[in-house]
């Protein structure tokens, strides 16, 4: 299958700073991918819808001014937690859609753990 | 809107043993489902999907899912399980009408079922 990768896989971080997560789709182009988070034992909450060139489409509930989200090319998007505090650690999962009609599905990265201190 | 429903939050199930795990989903249009595995503090890695075509869908590890739309239902079922599946097991499904780009095949995803396979 399709592979799509996360950096940073595990952040430490004190109050009140950002950090930024990548999602790359490493084999094929993504013009739209998808921000979660997940908490433990939990099923994954969509955050977030990614698109290519264009602002991000946020789920009811999630503040777009503190989770920012840049998609700038067909490979990369990115999800930047300003000011985070320690209510923001989670589990953040990116995936990526494969639209090829052969496949249209979502690949998901490794995920990626934010501790805030 | 589509909704996910995994019955079971826990299966417990002894090696080499053959199991079955549940979903049904509800929505008012045609979908896609999907069946995703969740090891401890990764990603998810898709096992299989039903896009269209034969109801019988063949994933990898030895899973498969039969996609009932009478009664539907995707449930995984796998004839002998081993220590190595142990893990987290979620159903998904989308729309299987794309009706703008923003609706981009979003998954909505069901509870997870908590798969442990004993020696």
């Known amino acids: 299958g399709a592979v799509v990768s996360q950096h940073p896989s595990w952040v430490i971080c004190k109050s009140g700073t950002s950090v930024k997560i990548e999602c790359r789709s490493l084999?094929?182009?993504?013009?739209?991918m998808f921000w979660y988070r997940q908490f433990p034992k939990q099923s994954l909450m969509l955050m977030a819808t990614s698109n290519e060139g264009s602002k991000a489409t946020y789920e009811q509930g999630v503040e777009k001014d503190k989770f920012l989200i840049n998609h700038a090319s067909l490979t990369l998007s990115t999800l930047t937690v300003t000011s985070a505090h320690p209510e923001d650690s989670s589990f953040y999962i990116c995936?990526?859609?494969?639209?090829?009609?052969?496949?249209?599905?979502?690949?998901f990265g490794p995920g990626t753990r934010l501790t805030v201190l | 809107a589509q909704s996910v429903t995994q019955l079971d939050s826990q299966v417990p199930v002894f090696e080499e043993a053959p199991v079955e795990l549940r979903c049904n989903y509800s929505s008012s249009v045609s979908v896609y489902l999907f069946w995703y595995v969740q090891y401890p503090n990764q990603g998810l890695q898709l096992l299989l999907k039903?896009?269209?075509?034969?109801?019988l869908v063949k994933g990898i590890n030895g899973f498969e899912a039969e996609f009932n739309k009478s009664q539907t239902s995707f449930h995984l079922r796998k004839p002998s399980v081993h220590i190595s599946d142990t893990a987290e097991y979620f159903c998904?499904?989308?729309?299987?009408?794309?009706?703008?780009?923003?609706?981009?095949?979003?998954?909505?995803f069901g509870s997870g079922t908590q798969l442990t396979v004993l020696p």
């Open positions: 084999d094929f182009q993504a013009t739209t």
């Open positions: 039903y896009l269209s075509g034969s109801t």
């Open positions: 998904a499904v989308s729309r299987g009408v794309e009706i703008s780009s923003g609706s981009a095949r979003q998954l909505t």
């Open positions: 995936s990526a859609r494969d639209q090829r009609p052969s496949t249209d599905t979502q690949y």
